[in-house]
């Protein structure tokens, strides 16, 4: 079957940085996203890679082993603001239907 | 500007009724997807669709219908056999290839009263 894990929660300090990890184990692989989802809101996107290494986008960067079926989202210089859900997205066709890991919530605190 | 758009943002339904939720989107996008989320879950897939007038069952379809006769709309029938409707609900655009990541709508709370 199809599996993607992520930890259920994660508390950082303002101003800190988090690593949120993603494991996953599909039977394709198209690129792996990440979005934020503030609670009662929308999913947005953050990121995505189809290829190995790291993808810079000012505080957040993302990783991507696809050997080892691993991925992880950085969050540097945390805000109150990046409290938030984050999820992790794995794009298993060759087309566009993805399977969602289910979000980590991470908390920031002062 | 192009978008998605969901109604209602909240929703009631009564123990045997069929509810519809809307969705539209202006972005011309081909794809269009159903998805509910309950917590401490991820996004699970209700229905799916890569054109119009034809769609495809997700992981959850069981209990919901959907039409797709325009592009532009995806609406989603929560009939009385879905046994336990209370979710928000998510719906989704895409280019065909999903490359771009799925655009969202910004979700209906279904609450069965």
């Known amino acids: 079957g199809q599996n993607i894990d992520q930890p259920t929660e994660m508390t950082a300090t303002e101003g800190a940085i988090v690593q949120i990890n993603c494991t996953y184990q599909?039977?394709?692989?198209?690129?792996l996203f990440w979005y934020q989802q503030h609670a009662g809101e929308a999913p947005t996107f953050l990121s995505y890679n189809v290829l190995d290494g790291l993808e810079e986008k000012g505080r957040f960067s993302s990783f991507l082993s696809r050997s080892k079926g691993y991925s992880y989202l950085l969050l540097k210089e945390l805000q109150m603001k990046d409290s938030a859900s984050y999820l992790c997205a794995v794009q298993s066709d060759s087309w566009g239907k993805f399977q969602f890991g289910a979000g980590t919530q991470v908390v920031v605190t002062p | 500007d192009g978008g998605i758009t969901q109604s209602p943002k909240y929703l009631f339904r009564k123990e045997g009724q069929n509810v519809t939720l809307s969705c539209e989107q202006n972005l011309n996008h081909d794809a269009m997807y159903w998805y509910r989320q309950d917590p401490g879950q991820g996004l699970r897939l209700i229905y799916y669709s890569q054109i119009v007038n034809d769609f495809q069952k997700g992981d959850i379809a069981e209990g919901y219908s959907v039409s797709r006769e325009k592009k532009e709309s995806f609406p989603l029938t929560v009939t009385s056999a879905q046994k336990n409707p209370t979710a928000f609900y998510l719906c989704?655009?895409?280019?065909?290839?999903?490359?771009?990541?799925?655009?969202f709508g910004s979700g209906t709370r279904l609450t069965v009263v």
């Open positions: 599909t039977s394709g692989f198209n690129g």
């Open positions: 989704a655009s895409s280019i065909l290839s999903g490359n771009d990541g799925y655009t």
